[in-house]
């Protein structure tokens, strides 16, 4: 028997308004830059590259087995994947799992690998440098910020250096110079044996995973994820070859033994954070698909479980 837990409407809501509010605070500069037309080389990147709006993100879900009192009056009852019980409307796991089924096991298949390896702490964030390489000052991703070193100087990074970039959807964007000099070949169809968890890409996807699984996923974690990524992406153009002092970003200069040392430290605590969201995820996606294996629903008052 499948226990779904009722959460009265007063509770879901106010779960929905607490959750729409922390994403309002966290979008806010992205949302004004975007009604000027400004763009910055830093927040923006996650709502770009991911394609996932702050109006995506907002939208609350209690995940699988939770049944929402009073909602089948609201526009919920009319959302994909949810099925409406009395007054009550809950996610409708057995469509869920019909038309997403393949990416779940996908994603849970990938994420377990990842946690099964020891994290690659050495990689020093030179794929953003790679991005660069040899490249025309006026060709590079964020042209309208300098390069700390010059051209010259972020090249000779680069050569340097030992490149071990294990992210395809980093690796892919190498200019033609640099990506011979990485000592990987990651692709697409390869990805998960060779996804680690020290890659910062990696720990930032643990948030492309979260609301790719929406409304499987519940919408805490899936902001956690948020969180993490946004931190990421910091230490990402920190180290990154690019001058952003006027955005108040202090360098990590990977170039030096100090820079290193930092950016290691980082790379070591975004670790174990992405690994914990991983871990969440997994048992969220293992618990729906067993889930969609059992009997009968059985509501239970969510005081109950408290």
Same mark, same amino acid.
């Given at each position: 028997?499948?226990?779904?837990?009722? $959460?009265?409407? !007063?509770?879901?809501?106010?779960?929905?308004?607490?959750?729409?509010? &922390?994403?309002?605070?966290?979008?806010?500069?992205?949302?004004? /830059?975007?009604?000027? *037309?400004?763009?910055?080389?830093?927040?923006?990147?996650?709502?770009?590259?991911?394609?996932?709006?702050?109006?995506? $993100?907002? =939208?609350?879900?209690?995940?699988?087995?939770? %049944?929402?009192? *009073?909602?089948?009056?609201?526009?919920?009852?009319?959302?994909?994947?949810?099925?409406?019980?009395?007054?009550?409307?809950? %996610?409708?796991?057995?469509?869920?799992?019909?038309?997403?089924?393949?990416?779940? +096991?996908?994603?849970?298949?990938?994420?377990?690998?990842?946690? +099964?390896?020891?994290?690659?702490?050495?990689?020093?964030?030179?794929?953003?440098?790679?991005?660069?390489?040899?490249? @025309?000052?006026?060709?590079?991703?964020?042209?309208?910020?300098? %390069? #700390?070193? *010059?051209? /010259?100087?972020?090249?000779?990074?680069?050569?340097?250096?030992?490149?071990?970039?294990?992210?395809?959807?980093?690796?892919?964007?190498?200019?033609? +110079?640099?990506?011979? %000099?990485?000592?990987?070949?990651?692709?697409?169809?390869?990805?998960?044996?060779?996804?680690?968890?020290?890659?910062?890409?990696?720990?930032?996807?643990?948030?492309?995973?979260?609301?790719?699984?929406? @409304?499987?996923?519940? +919408?805490?974690?899936?902001?956690?994820?948020?969180?993490?990524? =946004?931190?990421?992406?910091?230490?990402?153009?920190?180290?990154?070859?690019?001058?952003?002092?006027?955005?108040?970003? !202090? @360098?990590? &200069?990977?170039?030096?033994?100090?820079?290193?040392?930092?950016?290691?430290? #980082?790379?070591?605590?975004?670790?174990?954070?992405?690994?914990?969201?991983?871990?969440?995820?997994?048992?969220?996606? !293992?618990?729906?698909?067993? /889930?969609?294996?059992? *009997?009968?629903?059985?509501?239970?008052?969510?005081?109950?479980?408290?």
């Amino acid at each position: 028997m499948r226990v779904t837990v009722v $959460l009265a409407r !007063e509770e879901w809501r106010g779960l929905e308004r607490a959750h729409a509010e &922390r994403v309002d605070a966290a979008t806010a500069g992205h949302r004004t /830059r975007r009604a000027d *037309g400004r763009a910055h080389p830093v927040e923006d990147f996650l709502f770009r590259y991911y394609n996932h709006s702050p109006a995506k $993100l907002r =939208r609350w879900h209690p995940g699988a087995g939770v %049944l929402l009192e *009073g909602a089948a009056s609201t526009e919920r009852a009319g959302w994909r994947h949810h099925e409406v019980v009395g007054d009550g409307v809950r %996610l409708d796991l057995g469509s869920f799992l019909d038309a997403r089924g393949g990416t779940v +096991s996908f994603v849970r298949e990938l994420l377990t690998a990842t946690l +099964s390896r020891p994290p690659h702490l050495g990689c020093l964030g030179l794929h953003e440098w790679a991005m660069v390489h040899r490249l @025309p000052a006026d060709d590079v991703r964020h042209t309208g910020w300098p %390069l #700390r070193l *010059g051209p /010259r100087g972020t090249d000779e990074v680069v050569e340097r250096h030992a490149v071990r970039c294990s992210h395809f959807d980093a690796y892919r964007f190498f200019t033609e +110079s640099a990506a011979p %000099l990485n000592q990987l070949r990651p692709t697409r169809e390869e990805q998960v044996a060779h996804e680690q968890p020290g890659c910062l890409h990696a720990g930032m996807d643990v948030y492309k995973w979260a609301f790719k699984l929406a @409304p499987l996923v519940p +919408s805490d974690l899936t902001a956690d994820a948020f969180d993490l990524a =946004r931190d990421i992406r910091v230490l990402d153009m920190q180290a990154s070859p690019y001058d952003l002092l006027e955005l108040g970003y !202090e @360098p990590v &200069r990977i170039e030096t033994s100090e820079g290193k040392t930092e950016y290691l430290t #980082r790379q070591r605590e975004f670790t174990v954070r992405s690994n914990a969201l991983r871990r969440r995820l997994v048992e969220v996606l !293992e618990q729906g698909v067993a /889930r969609s294996g059992g *009997g009968r629903e059985e509501p239970v008052d969510a005081s109950l479980e408290r």
